[in-house]
């Protein structure tokens, strides 16, 4: 068995779990990274590398880039990491055709259990390198290497944790598999940007409940605000901008949630009557809530200029309880370059800031297209 990247000492971190701001010089070692791009922000691929000081090692499945990074801690903490949906510090990578070799789950799991025996993890999560396609052979094999693995490490994990019970700033090792081979790192959740291996949460937009497509951006939304903050309560009160035709508002009234939609168009016929909702028929720039109406959240996926838009967000989190949540699609049309959509992002921060709101969090969703969900909080 040949390994290209087993360049660390056993359980040896890459990066600290909390930032650091030591700068590092050009002349630190490389060291190999997995990033995943989605499609929508391929065409950025060489201004992301290049803003992350790296080099492309090669691509890997659809949406990966193996990179040469010499500072790891840029993947989380630069204009790039908006658009890098999921990453892994590579601690251990075998490159081979695991569907040709003979007993490659044994050997594989016998490696993991040498290389991470005795690290401390809290869990071994395992998926497959070509997320996106629906006959995928390698998601039979990635369950039963997890499995098998799993045995290996019984008296070494305190509990078996399932995916959505990882404490989110405690280590993880995370492997994808797929016709390239195996990539595996030590990561928490919070550094690797999701809790899943690859960081896409399947959501499924099947009837009854799922309006339109929009659905899946809230509900992959709140699973992802997990990694930074609990989830408002149940019964907790959403005022929702630009509902029609009512895909979130339904995600939302699923999960037990009131909801006062505001929209111009109609909500769909089947949101009629639901319990929690109300509707207004409105321009949000002509909507004032009732007078001392208090929301503790509020969600805006209004088309149009992301200042517009922002500024009916800004006037309306008066009515939003201190530290309310404010979930907003940063739409990014219009924005043609690497360069353009990040002032787009800047000028929101700016204008939000300036509104009395602070960011939680930014991130490409897999439900996202070329958008971004920018997590706010009423300051006071
Ligand atoms: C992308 S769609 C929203 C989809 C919706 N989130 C869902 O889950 O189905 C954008 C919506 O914003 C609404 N919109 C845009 N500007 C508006 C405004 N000034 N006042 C009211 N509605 C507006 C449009 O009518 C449109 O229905």
Redesign the pocket.
């Known amino acids: 068995m040949r390994l290209i990247v087993d360049q660390l000492s056993k359980c040896k971190i890459v990066g600290n779990l909390t930032e650091s701001s030591t700068p590092i010089s050009t002349s630190t070692p490389a060291t190999a990274c997995l990033i995943r791009i989605s499609k929508n922000f391929e065409h950025f691929a060489d201004d992301i590398i290049a803003d992350l000081g790296a080099t492309l090692t090669k691509r890997l499945g659809q949406e990966y880039f193996l990179l040469k990074c010499h500072n790891p801690n840029t993947i989380t903490n630069s204009d790039a990491a908006r658009y890098i949906r999921w990453n892994l510090v590579m601690d251990h990578a075998w490159p081979c055709r695991p569907e040709k070799m003979k007993d490659f789950i044994e050997k594989a799991a016998q490696a993991l259990f040498q290389k991470f025996g005795g690290c401390n993890l809290q869990g071994v999560f395992i998926g497959v390198l070509e997320a996106s396609s629906t006959h995928n052979p390698y998601k039979s094999l990635a369950s039963n290497l997890r499995g098998r693995t799993l045995q290996l490490f019984t008296d070494e994990l305190a509990a078996f944790k399932e995916v959505e019970e990882q404490e989110v700033r405690s280590p993880s090792l995370f492997c994808l598999v797929g016709k390239e081979g195996l990539y595996c790192g030590i990561r928490s959740p919070l550094q690797a940007n999701g809790f899943y291996p690859g960081g896409t949460k399947f959501i499924s937009q099947k009837a009854p409940h799922t ?5 899946a ?2 509900a992959e939304a709140l699973h992802y605000l997990k990694l930074h903050q609990p989830l408002p309560v149940e019964g907790s009160h959403w005022l ?12 939302l009234l699923e999960r037990g949630y009131r909801v006062t939609a ?4 109609p909500l ?1 016929e089947r949101l009629k009557g639901r319990k929690g909702l109300s509707f207004k028929k ?6 004032n809530p009732v007078l001392q109406t208090q929301f503790d959240s509020l ?1 805006c ?4 200029d992301v200042q ?2 922002l500024k ?1 967000v800004i006037r309306l989190s008066e009515n939003l309880l201190p530290g309310g949540l404010i979930l907003f ?1 940063l739409k990014t049309h219009g924005a043609t370059t690497f360069k353009e959509c990040n002032s787009l992002y800047h000028e929101a921060i700016k204008s939000a800031n300036a509104g009395g709101l602070e960011q939680i969090a930014c991130t490409h969703l897999t439900y996202n297209r070329h958008e971004f969900t920018l997590f706010l909080k009423k300051t006071k």
């Open positions: 309006i339109s497509r929009a659905g951006k809230i929702e901008l630009g509902a029609c035709p009512g895909g979130m508002t339904s995600e505001i929209d111009r168009a769909d409105a321009d949000v720039a002509r909507y969600l996926d209004m088309n149009g517009v838009s009916q699609t």
